[in-house]
């Protein structure tokens, strides 16, 4: 999947305390979210929504410490 900002592949980023993420746009949300919904992948969305320089609103998706950033990546990269 692309991430509309930035045009490049989307990412799952890690954390060794709070475990993997996601950082996207709010416009792509719903789309990354129907996703990971139909791989039954725990996850979620923060509340708050950050805008930085006029740039689109991001929000984090968090997965846990028990998600696998392998598995996600796969899921992300065959959504397109």
Request: proline content about 5%; aromatic content about 4%.
């Amino acid at each position: 999947m692309i991430d509309e900002m930035t045009q490049g592949v989307l990412k799952v980023a890690t954390d060794e305390v709070a475990g993997p993420y996601l950082m996207v746009v709010i416009t792509q949300l719903d789309e990354i979210c129907a996703a990971l919904d139909r791989h039954k992948i725990r996850y979620w969305v923060d509340s708050d929504a950050i805008s930085i320089n006029n740039e689109p609103p991001v929000t984090v998706i968090n997965f846990g410490r028990a998600g696998d950033p392998a598995k996600i990546q796969a899921i992300l990269d065959e959504a397109g």
